[in-house]
């Protein structure tokens, strides 16, 4: 495709804009609305160190844990600032064709084009598996994420490996495989001088604002992307942070949230389909790919009820039709299906079988929690429908006790959050 009619501000789009603080926020994949109390333990305990400069010590300690979770030396990983900085360095490794399957991640398609790199999109039709064959033989580097991001596809291992090609280098994003039980498919154990695996930490623990990620791949290829990083990538708590998510209490501590994941998402594919969306599936990652003829319309509506979802037209290959949606507990869940059903309702002027027409919008869905489903989300809509009524703006609605402000998304944590890895 011809440099002029790639829409680099589509690339650039996340869902981190389309959640506005206080929104039921259903469009940022990340897990959770801190990160746990005893990671943040960790990370407080640390900052009496930040006088100083980040320790070798720690860097060391943070790239041994990290070897050992994956089976690999420390010598196979690179730290980095989110998984997003590994996508920045990849223009290093002086690819001359390189293939980005599609749907998928933006970020490194525009990485590599804003540092001149020649980019092939390879465009997946549904179900949007891998098509090996697909990938132009000549390309010198190919990326691609699995579990995919946003159509929750996770790719089989073989397929992955059927890319490998002398003189090509597979880059695999594993940003999300954290959040499957038992990591299945992954190339994050392979010592292998063609394959890069991304891990990132963002959104298992809840840490999008620290940055932290990491790469693992052999030794030469990683001194390569290194090559020109300032002195010192990595901050000290960010080195702690490392350290402590791969020890082996927190990827088990990991291991029980995925779990937990994938039992909501089969819930939650359920209720939306129950109102007339398109589910793709099978899904495996912490997020669902919807599709509706009114794709455009119906998010715009639910924005108005104080609920984000991610728009999906920004992924090449996805339409204004594709929607989505991280997944979240039964309640948060509820209001969003419900607020579904008021839009179907309004949109073709006939009542829906599931709803009360008295409700209020806003606190749909919440209305028939029991008491012990009754969470954040659903105090969250309460306290918005009480601004709302008394004319305060969102932002202006009281915090709730043991609630920070209304900028913290409370209504992502789930329950047992705060266990202990
Ligand atoms: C598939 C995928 N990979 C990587 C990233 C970036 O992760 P990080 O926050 O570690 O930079 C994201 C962020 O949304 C993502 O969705």
Redesign the pocket.
């Known amino acids: 495709m011809p440099e002029d009619t790639i829409d680099h501000a589509a690339l650039r789009h996340?869902?981190d804009v389309e959640a506005v603080p206080g929104m039921l926020d259903f469009a940022?994949?990340v897990r959770g609305s801190a990160p746990p109390p005893w990671l943040r333990e960790r990370l407080a305990a640390r900052l009496g160190d930040l006088a100083r400069y980040p320790a070798a010590s720690d860097e060391f300690r943070a790239r041994a844990a990290v070897a050992a979770r994956h089976g690999r030396s420390p010598e196979e990983v690179l730290l980095?600032?989110?998984?997003?900085?590994?996508?920045a360095l990849l223009p290093k490794l002086g690819s001359r064709a390189a293939a980005v399957l599609h749907p998928?991640?933006t970020?490194p398609e525009l990485a590599l084009r804003e540092a001149g790199v020649p980019v092939r999109r390879v465009v997946l039709p549904p179900p949007y598996s891998l098509d090996p064959a697909a990938v132009p033989d000549d390309a010198d580097l190919v990326v691609l994420?699995n579990p995919?991001?946003p159509t929750s596809v996770l790719h089989p291992a073989a397929a992955l490996h059927a890319l490998r090609r002398p003189g090509r280098v597979l880059v695999v994003?594993e940003?999300?495989l954290d959040a499957v039980p038992g990591e299945p498919e992954s190339l994050a154990g392979l010592a292998a001088p063609d394959v890069l695996v991304?891990r990132?930490?963002?959104?298992t623990w809840a840490l999008?604002g620290l940055?932290?990620?990491y790469l693992l791949g052999a030794p030469e290829l990683l001194a390569r992307l290194a090559h020109g990083r300032p002195h010192w990538p990595l901050g000290t708590l960010q080195l702690e942070a490392i350290s402590a998510t791969a020890e082996p209490a927190a990827v088990a501590w990991a291991e029980r949230e995925a779990r937990e994941i994938a039992a909501e998402r089969e819930a939650m594919i359920s209720e939306l389909r129950a109102t007339g969306l398109t589910v793709h599936t099978p899904a495996t990652g912490p997020f669902l790919l919807l599709e509706t003829p009114d794709g455009a319309p119906l998010r715009e509506h639910l924005a108005t009820r104080g609920i984000a979802v991610r728009r999906a037209d920004t992924f090449p290959g996805l339409t204004p039709g594709h929607l989505r949606v991280a997944v979240r507990a039964a309640p948060a869940v509820a209001t969003l299906t419900t607020a579904i059903r008021r839009y179907h309702a309004a949109a073709h002027d006939r009542p829906t079988a599931r709803e009360d027409p008295a409700a209020h919008v806003g606190a749909e869905g919440c209305e028939g929690a029991t008491a012990r489903d009754r969470t954040d989300a659903c105090a969250d809509v309460a306290a918005r429908d009480r601004a709302t009524a008394s004319g305060a703006p969102e932002s202006d609605a009281a915090p709730r006790s043991g609630t920070p402000n209304r900028t913290a998304p409370e209504h992502r944590a789930p329950a047992g959050r705060s266990h202990r890895p």
């Open positions: 996340h869902g940022v994949n980095l600032g989110g998984a997003a900085e590994g996508f998928s991640f970020e994420g995919t991001n994003d940003a999300f991304l990132s930490l963002t959104k999008a940055r932290c990620g």
